[in-house]
Each structure stands twice: as structure tokens, then as C-alpha cells.
């Protein structure tokens, strides 16, 4: 998915805008610092943005290993001898798993992370066992444990009233992620959320102006729905040779191509917590592989557009 059809003149003219409001949460919002840092590397892996992108970062950090080791996605990977040092040199944090940045990590890590479209993002997550919400897992385990099958109930029967409740759950998980938290809100928080409680609302809206701050000091950002882009500007940017695995970042999920147009279509129009990152972090990510790389912005996979 892209973001629905813009023009690529439009989106170069959109980038400079937001990157442009960002200054007002960071005096050097149009800085870009282009250079490939000394410090270890820190993945940020914000849920349904890619995992496959971890083997390009992993040969970033140990450049003479193939792929990295199984035991970050047995699923993807095989295994791979690495020497201890190289990974204990040049990683303050990597692995498959979605943990926060703590704020010391920006000090000390070249922090590196994709974004996506919140609205896709959580249409993926949504048909991914209910990724990363923890209450709605919680009941779906509860269940099972009762009742085997219960997540195949649940796609058969799930109404528009279990994605928004979903959607919900996650609508602010980069941001929470940026600013060191779950991806999810959790108990009463989610319940808050959902009632629309004003207090909650404001500290939501106050992490989120430290999450933009923080993204703009980030080693590289990525979009992936621009995957084929993001991969190739990382490669450049890291020196990374390409291999054929790395464009690839797509697996059949549990649902029917129906099944997908419906949520799509629920979840059209719909804002969420995570809205103002994912456009300050698209528009980051085109006018850095302009200014760093020298790519034509307006040339970067116009056809997805």
C-alpha cells in the first residue's frame, strides 16, 4: 500500500511542509546529518513494519556475516556462525522482539527503525493474532483455554466493533515505543482511551511531541511502504550489499482477501495516535535519501504512489 495516489511532486512539497512544522518541536528540524555513526546500533522494531529488515541491519553492524543468526527469526533465517565480539562491538540492542527506546539510548545508539501507515499497519496486526494487544490476547488465551479454536472463531464472527476496539489498542504504539513504552495500551488505560478521557488524551499528545523530537534524531528512518526504497537507501547509507532476501516483505496472513477489504474499508479515514509520526517520519525519510544519497526524491518508486 502507499498513501493513496499522491503524486510524487505532491509528496516531495508535503515532506518539506512537515518537516518544516517539525521545527517547532525540534529548533533544527531541517538538519540533516549525514554520516554513518561509530556508535552500536540500536533496532527499533515497531510491530508489522517488517522483520526481515533485521538481516540488512544485522550486516550493517557485522559485516562479514551472511545473514544473522536463526535465533532472532527462526522463521526467516538459517543459521549463521557470528564471532561474540562483533555482536557485543556493534549492537546496544537487536532482536525481533519490540522493545522500546529507553532515553538513554539515544546517547549512547545509533538508533535505526522503520514506520508505517498507522491504518495499514494495524490491518496487518489485526489478522496477526491481535498483535501486540495484550488485552484482546489476553481474552483470546482465556478462551482457548476453555474452548480450543478460538482464534478461528474469532475471524469467522469479528465485527467492525473488535477492529476499532483493536485499532485502539495500538493506535499510538510507535510513539509509546520512541518515548520507551509498550507498543499497546494496557487495562484502564485502554479503557480511558476509549472513553475518550481528556487526561489521558494530553499525555498522549505530550509523548507524542517528545516521540517526533526523538525520531529526528534517529540514525536512519525508514518507510515501509516504501520497502523497496528503504532497503536500497540503508544499503547505500550502511554500505550494505543487497541480497535477494532483503526486498522481500510479505507472507500470507489468516485472511481472505475479503476478509482484508472489509477492515481496510472500517478502518478508512479513521486517525490514530500514531498519525503526525508516520508523516513527519515519511517526509524525514525522503528528504534525508535526498539530501545524503542525492536521490530524486520525486523518483522513488513513483508507481507505488
Wanted: charged content about 25%; aromatic content about 10%; some cysteine.
Amino acid at each position: 500500500g502507499g498513501r493513496g495516489g499522491m503524486a510524487p511532486a505532491a509528496r516531495v512539497a508535503m515532506a518539506l511542509l512537515v518537516l518544516a512544522v517539525a521545527g517547532a518541536d525540534r529548533k533544527a528540524g531541517m538538519d540533516v546529518v549525514c554520516y554513518k555513526s561509530s556508535k552500536p546500533l540500536f533496532w527499533l522494531h515497531v510491530p508489522k513494519t517488517g522483520t526481515g529488515f533485521l538481516n540488512l541491519v544485522f550486516r550493517a553492524g557485522c559485516p562479514q556475516s551472511l545473514t544473522a543468526p536463526a535465533v532472532i527469526t527462526p522463521r526467516l533465517l538459517k543459521p549463521y556462525a557470528t564471532p561474540p565480539e562483533c555482536w557485543k562491538a556493534n549492537f546496544s540492542y537487536f532482536h525481533s522482539g519490540h522493545l522500546g527506546v529507553y532515553y538513554g539510548a539515544f546517547r549512547v545508539s545509533a538508533v535505526v527503525g522503520l514506520f508505517r501507515k498507522p491504518s495499514t499497519r494495524v490491518l496487518s496486526g489485526f489478522f496477526d493474532s491481535l498483535h501486540d494487544c495484550e488485552a484482546m490476547r489476553k481474552e483470546m488465551a482465556e478462551e482457548e483455554s476453555v474452548r480450543p479454536g478460538a482464534y478461528d472463531r474469532f475471524y469467522k464472527n469479528f465485527t467492525r466493533a473488535d477492529v476499532y476496539r483493536y485499532a485502539d489498542c495500538v493506535t499510538a504504539c510507535a510513539t509509546r515505543m520512541l518515548t520507551g513504552k509498550p507498543c499497546d495500551l494496557k487495562g484502564r488505560m485502554l479503557e480511558a482511551y476509549r472513553r475518550n478521557d481528556k487526561a489521558l488524551r494530553q499525555r498522549l499528545r505530550a509523548a507524542a511531541a517528545i516521540a517526533r523530537a526523538r525520531l529526528m534524531t534517529m540514525e536512519f528512518v525508514g518507510d515501509t511502504d516504501d520497502w523497496d526504497s528503504s532497503v536500497r537507501a540503508f544499503a547505500s547509507y550502511a554500505g550494505v550489499p543487497l541480497r535477494p532476501m532483503d526486498l522481500r516483505n510479505s507472507h500470507k496472513g489468516a485472511y481472505t482477501d475479503v476478509d482484508r477489504q472489509r477492515v481496510a474499508e472500517w478502518l478508512a479515514g479513521r486517525r490514530f495516535e500514531d498519525d503526525p509520526l508516520y508523516e513527519l517520519a515519511a517526509a524525514r525519510f525522503v528528504e534525508r535519501t535526498r539530501v545524503c544519497l542525492g536521490w530524486n526524491a520525486t523518483a522513488l518508486l513513483p508507481s507505488r504512489r
